[in-house]
């Protein structure tokens, strides 16, 4: 008989996360079984074999799969566990497909890649030569490539990818959204016969199919996904492409919570690729000595980007429109009439975000969220950006009966109509999350590219790495919209945003004019985007993060207490912040800060009420004793090395 420790994909009440069973024949660390679980089946993964244990056991059911999921998969949800503390449960059920179990009928997977040309050029400049190399040579696990918008990193990554399959290893390059990254997807099947993308739009049976194809291959593989793509079973893998890794979509916020660049370090070479950078990823590859820059356009010209900045609070730029400039205005009738495209960015939906009663000062607010709810005035209903529920629109205040309702601030739909009125015969597309499927840009790209459209609007879908080659008018309404919030990531993703928004019109294809909106045209944050100045903007944040004693200097633990009623969540949080005083002073640990409970950004959702404590510390290691030593339940939930504290 033969003895195993099982990791569960089923959580169940003891506090062990490995359990021993038996069977008669003989099993492969990393298979996966399904085994007897209380009174269900459940799906578990060997994880070691061990001798006979002085208690009873029960057999393992049956084996799903002959071909194990390969050792780097297995350490990596070992190490997820440990790292996050995540239960073992939940970091399988996101690592195996769904309906594991089930017998599937061969679905229809369309692996013809109609995009391979054998011979697709791939040219590399001596600025893109060189990075190679020092990618290759530096011994670091985890390189960050800097290189600016423009610069020709996907390139570099085609070259990589390639030398690694001609060493018979597996290559994952991870994209934020694959609808996103479409013009990247498409190069990379230009350039490899043999792609097997994974995302979520495929159905769970073409997902099941896939992976068990994966699995099942002994070739090297190339494979793009997004971050679950990671737990891709393939076999040799030898280098991990992380592609716009300042992203938020590379951490996951949902049980089991982790960054994906973090879990990628851990599996194989890693090669992270962004023109912004997070603060924290180049505070660490700048003291292991692994970053390579990448300064140069990868299309020389004598093209020039003119960047203007225009002070929303002077209204006397503003003399045609209440929203958009004049000077915007006229550099957009100049595209126009030299058939270029421009491009009007702001990250907010909608038509209104906030809707009051002038005689009263009445707000409408989402009964779930207690959020503003935001005009769309196209279909006339207020809808909450957080939930998604709609409201009609009331023609007279609820408090007072007063009809003084009022619409203020805008989004991306009322720019839209005011563009429409401002240039009657342009061809206008509005892209952002409110758009039908078939009109979203990764559908219409190629008619966006070729110039079908005069001007494009949008939020943060239209910076994540699409070209526009006939851009020469590039607006951003408001961007100092995301500073304020109370957030540290806050000024660190405004830079980003507004960094690769400009870099759409900074690719050396046109003679381009941009203009930057902003209330606050003296923001540090926003001059160094201007000034394509990431060195000064990150010394910046740095000595801020140093004084607040934020990352990179500490590593956070964030803690959400969620009850149905305020009274309740108010005092268990306070019970925690005691207990947290008590294990701190108890084991004498040296630089532990604790902020007292606080209200939590989304207090109110339909759930109940949520406060938070949120705890730094110079140690990781005494942030996770800290961890370990608290009074579990369901109604905390903890977030380690969060993104964002809202």
Known sequence: MNYY????????????????????????????????????????IVTQEVPRPNFETKPITRTLYDTPIPNHILKALLWLNDYYRCPLSSIIQAALPRGITKKRRNATIDTNNSLYDENAPNPLNIAQQTAIRQIQNNSANTVLLHGITGSGKTNIYIKLASDTLKQNKSVILLVPEIALTSQLVQNFQQHFKDV??????????????????????????????PRSALFAPVKKLGLIIIDEAHEPAYHQDQNPKYS??????QMAKTVLGSATPLISDYYICDKHQAIVPLNELAIKNNKTATIHLIDIKNRANFTQNRIISTPLIESIQHSLNNHQQSLIFHNRRGSAPLTICDHCGWQALCDNCLLPLVLHADIYQLRCHACGRSFPVPTACPDCNNASIRHKGFGTKLIED????????????????????????????????????????????????FDFPKLSTLGVIQADAGLNLPDFSAEERSY???TQVIGRANRGHQDSQIFIQSYQPEQKIINYAIASDYAGFYQYLLEKRHIAKLPPYTFILKLSVSYKTEQATVANTQKLFKQIRKIVNDSHYDQIFITPPMPAFHEH???????????????????????????????????????TLL
């Open 605 to 643: 959702e339909h759930s109940g009420f949520t406060w938070q404590i949120v705890i730094k510390a110079k140690s990781r290691k005494n942030l996770i004793n800290i961890f370990d030593q608290l009074n579990k339940s369901s109604y905390l939930h903890y977030d380690f090395d969060p993104y």
């Open 418 to 465: 005011e563009l429409r009125k401002l240039f009657p015969n342009a061809k206008i597309g509005r892209f952002d999350a409110d758009s039908a499927p078939d009109q979203q840009l990764s559908q219409v790209y190629n008619e966006v590219k070729t110039g079908s459209y005069d001007i494009i609007i949008g939020t943060q879908m239209l910076a994540k790495g």
């Open 5 to 44: 420790l099982i990791a569960p994909a089923k959580s169940f009440h003891q506090s062990e996360q490995l359990l021993t069973y038996h069977s008669e024949t003989p099993l492969k660390t990393g298979q996966i079984v399904e085994i007897p679980l209380g009174k269900q089946q459940a799906i578990g």
């Open 496 to 498: 980003q945003l507004l």
């Open 196 to 225: 097997t993308l994974l995302h979520s739009a495929q159905t769970e049976s073409v997902r099941h199919q896939l992976w068990q194809k994966i699995l099942e291959n002994d070739k090297p593989q190339l494979i793009i996904g």
């Open 260 to 265: 994906a660049l973090r879990l990628a370090s």
